[in-house]
């Protein structure tokens, strides 16, 4: 099954556990604080060049931290907008001299427009925005080559995707996002290698409070 047929999916179940609970409309307000996994891009141009032997660093681990707000119901869905900055880094460390670490850091900072479905206690959506993504790749000096820094600067990325939310009391629930950022491809500077189009995927789970 496709990823985004999946997900379509998971937010078309997500709110039927909470069926039982009152029908509150989803409140004005909520805030996210996430842990996250995310896919690092690992081809030529967003990573140093390295020895044929050398790995990249291919997932990466870090927080997010969001703030959503829903104003107007259309239909079955409430309308919202919002934001997400986004840290992750991931390493690999070498086993011979003669290959270097390399450390990768992204950032991304995604707003989004969403359409969300479900009430006060528990809710699911779908989103997409534009914004815009750093990476930042590092390989370590070894003997008979120097340190590398790629610095991708900040660069327009479109994301899309979608979650869901559980309260477990009137303000404080769980809940996950999985979401596509699209970053465009990048020509050669004096200071940046040219760079292929690439897809980071990013999962998160944490708290959210409304």
């Known amino acids: ?10 937010v078309a179940v997500c709110p039927l556990p909470a069926a039982a609970q009152p029908k509150d409309p989803i409140g004005p307000f909520v805030a996210d604080l996430r842990g996250i996994m995310v896919g690092l891009p690992t081809s030529a141009g967003w990573t140093p060049s390295l020895p044929a032997d050398a790995v990249v660093p291919s997932r990466g681990f870090g927080l997010e931290g969001g703030v959503h707000a829903h104003f107007r119901k259309l239909g079955a869905a409430t309308f919202g907008v919002g934001a997400t900055y986004s840290w992750a880094r991931g390493t690999t460390s070498a086993l011979a001299e003669s290959v270097p670490d390399v450390k990768t850091r992204a950032t991304m900072l995604s707003p989004q427009l969403s359409f969300n479905f479900g009430h006060r206690l528990g809710w699911s959506y779908l989103s997409a925005g534009y914004g815009v993504v750093k990476v930042v790749s590092e390989s370590a000096p070894i003997p008979g080559l120097p340190a590398v820094t790629v610095d991708s600067g900040w660069a327009g990325a479109i994301n899309f995707g979608g979650g869901a939310r559980w309260f477990i009391s009137d303000r404080l629930g769980v809940g996950f996002d999985a979401r596509w950022h699209k970053l465009s491809s990048r020509d050669a500077t004096a200071n940046t290698p040219a760079a292929m189009r690439t897809t980071m995927f990013r999962l998160a789970v944490g708290i959210s409070v409304q």
């Open 1 to 10: 099954m496709r990823p985004a047929l999946l997900l379509l999916l998971l």
